[in-house]
């Protein structure tokens, strides 16, 4: 019921920025949440951020360097990922939460490298 697209991902060098986008294909205001995961090679999938109409957080491995962030009126959900290490390498999955059922996006890859 709801159709999301990831962009924004690349490849960017130690101590930069990205601005990654989730586009979603109907209002946000009525989500549950929306989230970002990702998932690095060889690791299972995580939590990074996660933002409903009242609350957001962020995993305690990007505090101070992510945050997410909404538009309600672009249905858009956003997360700004600045300080970047090659750690934070992985492929960044938007996530919803629609009436208790998951919804995912393609994923879009970030690559943290010299």
């Known amino acids: 019921q709801v159709q999301l697209v990831e962009s924004g991902g690349g490849l960017v060098q130690p101590g930069g920025s990205l601005r990654l986008s989730c586009a979603a294909s109907?209002?946000?205001?009525?989500?549950?949440?929306m989230g970002w995961y990702r998932q690095a090679p060889g690791k299972e999938r995580e939590l990074v951020a996660a933002?409903?109409?009242?609350?957001?957080t962020v995993t305690d491995s990007v505090k101070g360097r992510f945050t997410i962030s909404r538009d309600n009126a672009k249905n858009t959900v956003y997360l700004q990922m600045n300080s970047l290490k090659p750690e934070d390498t992985a492929v960044y999955y938007c996530?919803?939460?629609?009436?208790?059922?998951?919804?995912w996006g393609q994923g879009t890859q970030v690559t943290v490298s010299s």
């Open positions: 109907r209002s946000i205001f009525r989500l549950r949440s």
């Open positions: 933002i409903t109409l009242y609350s957001s």
């Open positions: 996530n919803a939460d629609l009436d208790g059922d998951d919804y």
